[in-house]
């Protein structure tokens, strides 16, 4: 194993002088340890037995954190009295043990516990903190400097220095060790003939916060699901302390391309959903823009990797997803969204070429998926691949593994170093000075090749998690024992030959993280989401505002910050197939009546509604008679039309039915694109048909022909009568001039000889209800 010969390093001459000073002392031990024990010390001299751990010590301070000749190491912290009784003649103290090589030596120690000294010496009294009276649950801070000469450090190493307190209570009347704490001061003061070349990976990566809606207006407004992603943003916030934080480090920047299609999103109009699911106008425009812009500013001429789109969940797609048909076809269209964004948002070109399962784990089918995106390198870790060998020494992190592949082994510890809670000024402090040991012992593991060592952190460091890493790099900017190099260097780095090649097996995949996973169904219910949109799509005029928006959502959807979100993962991916659904039923057939033919031969329409702001095309009309014997369109079936219609239009559209028989008959519309693949809900409904025969026709025409002679001779009887009554008119008038009344001259005209009735025609109609006699 890697650490099978930590102690190797120290064959250097200060490490042999100072296990030789040791042990003559500890060979001295027994006839001194009478005159040295002495229960009941004073309290200039607190003895080195330890009580319960009635006293918490917090290290908040720690500078520098890896000091040099002459420097002057200041730590300062506080006590708190967590038991029931008062403390009295207390004293803090610095203690100080012997130096460790080892990276093993360097674990053991940070799991020791408790308040007992162990090999941690008090140094000179002259620098240790009085404390007359310590109350119960009563804290006290202090500050302790003591120039570094005055440690006793001799050989390079690490070495666990010790803040403690001594004192005693009523129930214990006697100097002991109540309470302490521990940590590690690196000593190289000196730089190193050689030093590692250390990469630390910088990730810029946040969960979903997109939505896949957008405004029918011509920006296509973006939805946000809530305005979380203000605060990251927001001075003091996650994202912008790593940021504003990462611009003074020598890191590669990993970035999801996702976060700054996110935030570029942010820079103009947004609207953010709240919990009723009204929206209200975004205001956090001025804090995207600062971002971005200072973003821009800390990747100038700096190596940029650009993961993905959305980071897909490698491991996910690898155990979940691989057999769901179209699911690893995302990740080459993700990859290719990916550099685009980078280069669009931050202007420069980010290097594509490095896939990153979650917390390094792999095993083959996670390899081939994450190289399925076209990346050459996979970033692995330590606690995954595993050294298999009987190195004495942490390997290079490059190591081929076959197919032009290679995997990045980050070093497990100093990448999980900072997972933490970091909020606590002693956490902080603590994690640094870890950090800073296991580097050291790194570097003097006893080999003489130079290698190179990767840290790969958590996905979404807080934002105190950052400020810790942070310090942690200060800490090595001196450069006396590593050096920094970018993550594409150190994927070309020369791989040690030595070091294990092999990808573990299936089996030995964590089954905590197994159990995160997104399920099959997720990558199910994306397939259904990516078949409904490609569906949707070609009968679009202007299928980007479509495609976009809904391609990212996707890729959003097997993102790998669902992990451990089953229910908010479901509920995102059902919205985004829900809105998707509701897009497509905006263009339909507008539900149609009954009809009735009459005829041979008649016109039916069927109107088709586009509802969107675009325009569509690319669509078919087909209408089907379930009884072609009885109704035809054209001379078969059914007959179809192509269908073209403007953004927020309906058309009507016309179809010829040809009549064979009587009878009802059930008529199916359905759209169809042009490829054959139906469209939205089919529309049904009945034609009442009358078929007409030639026999019925020649009665009809009769009847029609008899209708017409019986009003010609009504007509003209009516003329007749017209005439004549013109003609009594007239004679009457005669009468009354010649002195007859009308009944005089009505007898005299029947007593004359009758005449024929030829009268002129009348062109006034007959009287309403006047009934002719023939």
């Given amino acids: 194993m890697a650490e099978a010969a930590d102690f190797q390093g120290t064959g250097s001459s200060p490490a042999r002088r100072w296990l030789r000073r040791a042990a003559v002392l500890l060979a001295g031990t027994p006839l001194l340890a009478g005159l040295v024990y002495v229960p009941a010390a004073s309290p200039a001299h607190a003895a080195d037995s330890a009580g319960p751990q009635s006293v918490d010590v917090s290290l908040d301070t720690l500078t520098p954190a890896a000091p040099v000749e002459g420097d002057s190491l200041t730590i300062s912290g506080t006590v708190v009295n967590r038991g029931k009784e008062t403390i009295t003649d207390a004293r803090v103290g610095l203690r100080v043990g012997p130096p460790m090589t080892g990276r093993t030596a360097v674990d053991a120690a940070a799991e020791r516990t408790g308040p007992a000294p162990g090999n941690l010496s008090e140094i000179d009294d002259e620098y240790t903190l009085e404390i007359a009276k310590l109350p119960s649950k009563i804290g006290h801070d202090f500050t302790i400097k003591v120039p570094v000469d005055k440690l006793g450090l001799d050989a390079d190493g690490i070495y666990q220095v010790g803040v403690s307190l001594a004192g005693q209570t009523p129930s214990r009347p006697y100097p002991q060790v109540l309470g302490m704490e521990r940590t590690f001061l690196p000593w190289q003061p000196e730089s190193a003939e050689k030093r590692t070349q250390l990469t630390f990976v910088w990730p810029l990566i ?27 943003l927001a001075p003091g916030g996650r994202l912008e302390q790593l940021v504003s934080l990462g611009k003074e480090l020598p890191v590669t920047w990993l970035i999801d391309p996702d976060l700054l299609a996110t935030v570029d999103a942010m820079t103009r109009s947004y609207q953010v959903r709240g919990h009723d699911g009204t929206t209200v106008a975004g205001k956090s425009q001025d804090v995207a823009k600062q971002w971005l812009s200072s973003l821009e500013d800390a990747v100038e001429d700096q190596k940029v990797v650009a993961l993905p789109f959305a980071d897909p969940d490698l491991a996910s797609l690898a155990h979940r997803g691989r057999n769901v048909s179209g699911s690893l076809s995302h990740l080459r269209p993700a990859t290719e969204v990916a550099k685009q964004a980078v280069e669009t948002i931050l202007h420069v070109t980010p290097s594509t070429d490095f896939a990153w399962p979650v917390e390094g784990a792999v095993d083959p089918s996670v390899v081939n998926t994450a190289t399925s995106a076209g990346a050459h390198h996979v970033i692995a870790r330590s606690d995954s691949m595993r050294e298999t060998g009987n190195l004495s020494y942490t390997p290079t992190a490059a190591r081929p593994i076959g197919g032009g592949t290679t995997a990045v082994v980050a070093d497990a510890r100093l990448s999980t170093a900072f997972q933490r809670d970091m909020s606590r000024a002693g956490s902080s402090t603590l994690a640094v000075q870890e950090f800073l040991a296991q580097s050291l012992a790194l570097n003097l593991q006893g080999t003489d090749e130079e290698r190179s060592i990767v840290v790969a952190p958590q996905r979404m460091p807080t934002a105190s998690q950052a400020q810790s890493m942070a310090g942690a790099l200060h800490g090595l900017q001196s450069g006396r024992w590593t050096q920094p190099l970018d993550l594409e260097a150190a994927g070309k780095a020369k791989p040690d030959p030595d070091a294990t090649t092999s990808v573990p097996g299936s089996g030995s995949y964590p089954d905590s993280l197994r159990k995160k996973e997104l399920p099959r169904k997720a990558f199910e219910e994306i397939r259904t989401t990516q078949n409904t949109l490609d569906h949707f799509k070609v009968i679009l005029t202007a299928e980007d505002r479509v495609d976009i928006p809904f391609g990212n959502a996707i890729r959003r959807g097997m993102s790998s910050s669902w992990r451990g979100k089953p229910q908010e993962a479901a509920q995102y991916r059902g919205d985004v197939q829900s809105y998707l659904i509701g897009l497509t039923k905006k263009v339909q057939l507008i539900p149609k009546s009954d009809a009735t033919l009459s005829g041979r031969s008649a016109t039916i329409p069927v109107t088709v509604q586009n509802s969107l702001v675009q ?89 029609v022909l008899l209708l017409v002679l019986a009003g010609i001779r009504m007509y003209a009887h009516r003329r007749r009568a017209a005439a004549r009554a013109t003609a009594g008119a007239t004679a009457d008038t005669a009468a009354e001039t010649a002195g007859e009344t009308p009944e005089e001259a009505d007898d005299a005209e029947q007593q004359s000889d009758p005449t024929p009735d030829t009268g002129p025609d009348s062109g006034n109609p007959s009287g309403t209800g006047e009934k002719v006699d023939r």
Avoid: C, W
């Fill in 206 to 232: 946040s969960s979903t916060h997109l939505t896949s809606e957008t405004g029918s207006d011509e920006q296509q407004t973006p939805v946000f699901q809530d305005d979380s992603l203000s605060a990251e």
């Fill in 615 to 703: 325009g569509v095309d690319n669509l078919v009309l087909r209408l089907t008679s379930d009884k072609p014997n009885r109704l035809k369109f054209g001379d078969g079936a059914e007959a179809e039309q192509p269908v073209a219609v403007q953004g927020g239009h309906s058309q009507s559209v016309k179809f010829t039915a040809n009549a064979t028989a009587s009878g009802p008959v059930e008529v199916t519309a359905q759209l169809y694109t042009e490829d054959g693949v139906r469209y939205g809900e089919a529309r049904r409904f009945t034609v009442e048909a009358t078929e007409i025969t030639p026999t019925v026709m020649l009665v009809i025409a009769g009847g």
